[in-house]
């Protein structure tokens, strides 16, 4: 199986953030490098973040040259400090930022690794944790957070119809779990059957990586700091993949917008298009918003 990511809605970003060469810009969310290739590609220099050290590590082999000409700089480091960083390279190099990427959620890579926890196909430890320096893995929670909020967890962050009786059947399992089969046999004896054609572990996993993560407020942290650090005329852009990561996207927009700091450029969210939806089904629940600096 092809495991490698493929960057979602990439020609709709590139045309949004409307590089000229020459252009500095920021892609937040850096994962397998496809977007930062784009950009490199248009004569962009890059700054990119990720706050997964496996990320990092494949990404400084492959643009050891980008990055030795100072045309890539490689940031480990969660996004929610995304101005403090810039700041400190602002220090020595010129960088007037013209435009901020931020795809969320996970890389394949990450999804498609047993070992990190993240997906209900394969075996493997309930950890989650995209950045490992985090001190809490999913299956704490699960050990940690009593039932009620456990419900509620399930169903502010994914809403998982079943939540009660998921975070029911999880406190009363006989031993701890601890591994993603374990968890997946847990919802499959209380749910018996697949949602909209779903796994019926999807949304519970959706959950528990966004809570394990802070998902919700990396994002809140970072929208701010990235009209921040943007040049006047400068754009963001955000690909969102599920509701709770779109809402805040495009609350921000909305109040950025009532106090004239941008202008929206589209009215609706962009979604991928057929020709993408075939060759990547994975993108089917993008939604991408862009804004302009006023
Ligand atoms: C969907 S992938 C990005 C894929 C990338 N655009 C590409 O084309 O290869 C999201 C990446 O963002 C990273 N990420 C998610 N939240 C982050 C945060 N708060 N700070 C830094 N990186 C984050 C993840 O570790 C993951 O590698």
């Known amino acids: 199986m092809n495991t490698a990511h493929q960057s979602v809605m ?3 970003t590139l045309e949004i953030m409307a590089i000229k060469s020459g252009s500095v810009v920021i892609d937040a969310t850096f994962g397998s ?12 220099t890059v700054i990119a ?15 050891k040259a980008a990055i030795a000409e100072n045309k890539l700089f490689l940031i480990h480091e969660s996004f929610s400090k995304l101005a403090e960083e810039v700041a400190n390279l602002k220090q ?5 930022i013209s435009a901020v990427l931020f795809d969320f959620g996970t890389s394949s890579e990450q999804l498609m690794s047993a070992e990190r926890g993240f997906s209900f196909m394969g075996d493997g430890p309930l950890d989650m944790r995209m950045d490992t320096r985090l001190a809490v893995m999913a299956k704490d929670i699960l ?3 009593p039932e009620k909020q456990l419900e509620q967890l399930f169903r502010e962050f994914s809403g998982e119809v079943h939540a009660r009786a998921i975070a029911k059947a999880v406190k009363q399992s006989p031993t701890p779990i601890t591994t993603t089969a374990q968890l997946v046999d847990c919802i499959a004896k209380v749910t018996h059957r697949k949602a909209h054609g779903l796994h019926p572990a999807t949304k519970v996993f959706q959950a528990l990586r966004i809570a394990v993560n802070g998902e919700l407020s990396e994002i809140q942290l970072a929208l701010p700091q990235a009209l921040s650090v943007l040049e006047q005329g400068g754009r963001i852009v ?9 809402r805040i996207v495009k609350q921000q927009f909305v109040q950025w917008e009532a106090n004239k700091k ?17 060759k990547n089904p994975r993108a089917r629940s ?9």
């Open 238 to 246: 955000c690909i969102a993949f599920h509701e709770g990561e779109d």
């Open 286 to 294: 993008a939604k991408l918003r862009g804004v302009e600096k006023i």
């Open 10 to 12: 990439l020609t709709e």
């Open 143 to 145: 050990a940690l957070v």
């Open 92 to 96: 020595t190099e010129d960088l007037p």
């Open 262 to 278: 941008v202008k929206k450029l589209y009215k609706k969210p962009l979604q991928p298009n057929e020709t993408e939806l075939q």
């Open 33 to 44: 490098g496809g977007h930062t290739q784009a950009l490199l590609d248009q004569g962009a």
């Open 49 to 63: 973040f990720d706050w997964d050290t496996e990320a990092i590590e494949r990404g400084v082999v492959r643009f």
